[in-house]
């Protein structure tokens, strides 16, 4: 019960950490996303539309050009009428005061002068005098026009009907009566008596022409919803440009208001979620071994999220072109650590996540999907560093070629390419040729082992192999026919040749440590002589343990030491046990001292080393080289495999074993040279 508890527990806490893998790389995706996407429509006016033909989704406003605004504004401000105060009182004190000081008369001038310079200094008063530096600036438009307020009427007199303070004094002392007295005149400052009675309405006037700029029309039209604005390949006239223009300015407008931006998060996260837990539900239906395996599901969402999330950034700050991501390296990883399927399933994901934020989706879907099926197809099997970089000269080309096919197709003019997108994508295959220190650091990361890493390991030279050819040459040469056996069924059924071979070359690593005890290295002297049936066993059993040790003393990877430990499985030292059981039948046994301590393969590859390991150990012992002889062996040695439940927690089949079983066959039958019996010929 116990047991069963303890499990469930477990079952249920690698849902819970899926479920926040998963709605976590939802989470940044959505938050990287772009609200406002219209800086990635590039609009050049002059030139052919190169997107495709664009339909107003909504009635908007076509606003006018700022230039034509300004215009309007600066023939507003022309017309614009300031609002001046006329004051009754400062020409009435001023005309008082000029009777109060020269109410005697005025020296050398006859009395009849005071009545006259009152009268006019009344006249002048009435039709108004303004401060001379804002009479200068209003006076240079002829037809300029000024509102004077006198109580609560307002009326539009022209400037010119006006006087300033130098011109009203001007006119006073040019009068025809007062001429001959203008000496006499001038000693009177009667400048003093000639001031400013209409006065500046800062605040009226300010206010009145914030109305008028306020009611100047910002559009000229309305763009209805559904209306045709310009097909793919048009010309982008003046008028089109406004247009386009006018339903970006409204998109953004429109994207501010709280309601529609709750619509648009809203429309992101349906979006992302859908595409995100499609690829979740496909490795948990057809690859449970990845979905199930916390490195592998990790490494495929911290890429799908790293690069949709800086394809988002770069669409929202408008950085360079989205064609410089290197996206096929997300491919490339997953295909040399997993499979062209999950490969596949990853980058379309991220390449139709990615699309949503761009204006211009299909040709990116176009350009990036090829790129992927280019890389997966390249690097089938990756054996060497030169794969990569003739796989980045292939995404390269490919995508220039696929680029240039639609632009054809849009414009059919060879003459007006747009060659910085294909300078965005010779940066890209570039930044691809870093692919092989970037899946150095992906391999270590997630602890994936590469191809490349396997070969580097099958090195001869490598330190442990060295050590095994020079102290157990004959565990070294049977590692050798078991990798060459092993690879022959991995290619016969779909397997990981590679590593079986490499898992093969060190499955007995741990034999150098005591090589004389097994038979392969053994030349005369039998170290078993003298020694009980179980600690025969227990040193032949030690060479799993042993090898565990060396294989953490190296720091090899976990995939080849579970070679290491599922080789013999959890199998018994059969020769030392029946031994064991036949000479002292009457002692119990306790079978745990001849067993491995395991466990048994969970991987087809590690089911197909047991197997060839096991088949090439007894091949030794045959007596007579016969095809009869081999098939007996093998069919005997793989069935008790089978029977006994070795391989119930691998995905084999038996399909898979009777594969391996001809190919056994066949290569032993190789390897051994059996011929046909000739006849011998009967004596007369």
Same mark, same amino acid.
């Given at each position: ?137 209003? *006076? ?245 560093? *030169? ?298």
């Amino acid at each position: 019960m116990k047991r069963h508890l303890t499990k469930e527990s477990g079952y249920w806490q690698r849902l819970l950490v899926r479920f926040f893998i998963v709605v976590g790389t939802i989470a940044l995706i959505v938050w990287a996303m772009p609200r406002d996407n219209q800086t990635n429509f590039k609009i050049e006016r002059g030139k052919p539309w190169r997107y495709a033909d664009f339909t107003a989704p909504f009635d908007f406003p076509i606003y006018k050009t700022e230039a034509l605004i300004q215009k309007e504004r600066d023939s507003l401000l022309r017309s614009f009428e300031p609002y001046y105060n006329y004051n009754t009182l400062i020409g009435a004190n001023h005309v008082k005061q000029f009777l109060q000081d020269y109410r005697d008369g005025i020296p050398e001038v006859p009395s009849s002068c005071v009545n006259i310079i009152t009268n006019l200094l009344t006249h002048l008063y009435a039709k108004g005098i303004m401060n001379l530096s804002e009479y200068n600036s209003l *006076s240079v438009d002829s037809s300029k026009m000024v509102r004077v307020v006198i109580g609560k009427n307002a009326s539009s007199i022209p400037v010119k009907k006006l006087y300033s303070t130098v011109r009203a004094y001007e006119l006073l002392m040019s009068d025809e009566h007062l001429a001959p007295y203008h000496d006499q005149l001038a000693k009177c400052n009667l400048n003093d008596y000639v001031v400013s009675n209409l006065i500046y309405d800062k605040d009226r006037s300010d206010a009145s022409l914030e109305d008028q700029l306020g009611s100047i029309p910002l559009a000229v039209g309305v763009a209805q919803r559904g209306e045709k604005i310009i097909d793919r390949g048009d010309i982008v006239s003046d008028e089109t440009y406004n247009i386009l223009e006018s339903y970006f300015r409204e998109s953004q407008r429109r994207e501010k208001d709280n309601v529609q931006l709750s619509y648009v998060i809203l429309g992101e996260i349906l979006y992302v979620s859908l595409f995100v837990i499609c690829f979740t539900v496909y490795l948990w239906i057809f690859r449970r071994d990845y979905y199930e395996n916390p490195r592998s599901i990790a490494m495929i969402y911290v890429l799908l999220t790293l690069f949709t999330v800086a394809a988002s950034l770069m669409v929202s700050h408008t950085i360079l072109h989205v064609y410089i991501m290197p996206f096929a390296m997300v491919p490339i990883f997953i295909r040399v650590f997993m499979d062209s399927r999950s490969a596949f399933m990853a980058h379309t994901t991220m390449v139709l996540i990615c699309a949503a934020v761009l204006q211009h989706p299909l040709e990116f879907i176009a350009v990036e999907e090829i790129a992927g099926i280019v890389a997966i197809f390249s690097l089938r099997e990756l054996s060497s560093r *030169s794969q990569l970089f003739w796989a980045a000269v292939l995404i390269t080309v490919t995508t220039m070629l696929v680029n240039l096919s639609l632009w054809w197709v849009r414009s059919g003019d060879i003459d007006q390419i747009d060659y910085s997108e294909y300078n965005y994508l010779l940066i890209s295959g570039i930044v691809l040729f870093c692919s092989y220190p970037l899946l150095y650091i992906v391999e270590k990361t997630f602890n994936f082992t590469s191809n490349i890493t396997l070969i580097e390991l099958s090195d001869m030279n490598k330190e442990l192999l060295r050590r095994m050819s020079e102290v157990a040459p004959g565990t070294f040469q049977h590692s050798i026919q078991v990798g060459n056996l092993a690879a022959e069924i991995a290619n016969k059924i779909g397997a990981k040749s590679q590593l079986v071979r490499t898992g093969a070359l060190y499955h007995d690593i741990g034999k150098t440590e005591n090589p004389i005890y097994f038979t392969e290295n053994q030349a005369g002297m039998n170290p078993h002589e003298g020694k009980t049936y179980v600690e025969s066993a227990q040193m032949l059993i030690s060479h799993v343990t042993e090898g565990l040790k060396l294989a953490d003393k190296y720091n090899l990877p976990q995939v080849i030491r579970e070679f290491i430990a599922t080789h013999h499985g959890l199998g018994k030292t059969k020769y030392f046990y029946v031994k064991q059981k036949n000479e002292f039948p009457e002692e119990p046994v306790d079978d745990l001292l001849f067993t491995y301590p395991g466990p048994n393969p969970s991987t087809k590859e590690q089911a197909i080393l047991m197997m060839a390991d096991s088949v090439e150990a007894a091949s030794r012992s045959i007596h007579e080289y016969t095809e009869q002889n081999i098939r007996d062996v093998v069919t005997r040695i793989v069935d008790a495999q089978v029977e006994e439940g070795y391989f119930r927690d691998c995905p084999i089949t038996f399909r898979d074993v009777e594969y391996a079983k001809t190919v056994l066959i066949e290569k032993l039958k190789t390897i051994y040279h059996t011929r046909i019996s000739y006849p011998e010929l009967k004596k007369q």
